[in-house]
């Protein structure tokens, strides 16, 4: 089920998984932009004007999702910037203008990333595994556009450490079967979402994350993820809330030589998950 900030609505619809690669073929964009602008676009709109396609199957105000899917691939030539969150509101705005039957529209674009091969970018790959991401629900109010919600972040890190990550004193009793681990071999997932007043540089975050990843020593992945959040809101003033969430996916330890070496497989199945909220 999809969610709204402005809260549940009676009905909406919309396109999603639609892709979009905008290229700059001579190498370089516009202001010094990246030549390669990926994203996948998830469209939804609400309004009771598209009420009667569900009650009788009148579709007289209905935009057909197909149009959804040309608009916002086809609207994507006209956008002049290349970060995710001006690019949402660029296209909720335009949606909205051009279909004055709409009430409100929220557009989420995850990027789909490359990495240039060469200093002339001509020849890429395909980047990540993390990949940032964008959402804006804009509504109407009168003849007025405003925005509802702007939410901006960073899905899918794989992060490993060595050493520096114990985990002891847990609670003991007859379900325990873990042992106390004063120095593991780290490996967690993370996810992050944060609410702004101001756009935040991706590349910001990312940097903050592998910074408090490879620099502190942890008692717990709690304790880390408590440690970047507390971070980003103290460094990036336009911050208003940062949303994290980790998996404990570290390995399975095969054999050992005491803390030198060891080989190890893919966890089973069950994972801890950990979820942390810090507001200003």
Known sequence: M?????????????????????LDRDGSGPGGRFPVFGANVL??????????????????????????????????????????????????????????QTEGAQVTATEIPYEGLDAGHVAFAPGGPERAFARTEIAREGTELQTVEAVSGIKGFRLLRLDGSAFTGFVRDRYTTLPDVANRPLHMWLDLEWSYTEAVMVSRVREMVWQVFKEFESGSIQEVIYQLGSKMLAEIPSIREIRLEANNRTWDMVIEQGERMGIYTDPRPPYGCLGLTLRR
């Open 2 to 22: 999809e969610q709204f900030s402005s809260g549940s609505k009676r009905n909406y619809y919309g396109k999603g998984d639609v892709t979009v690669y905008r």
């Open 43 to 100: 469209l939804l709109i609400y309004g009771d004007a598209f009420w009667p396609t569900y009650t009788s199957g009148d579709n007289t105000n209905l935009i057909a999702t197909d149009s959804m899917k040309n608009f916002i691939q086809r609207e994507t030539m006209n956008f002049k910037g290349s970060d995710l969150e001006a690019y949402c509101q660029f296209i909720a705005e335009g949606f909205m203008r051009t279909y004055p």
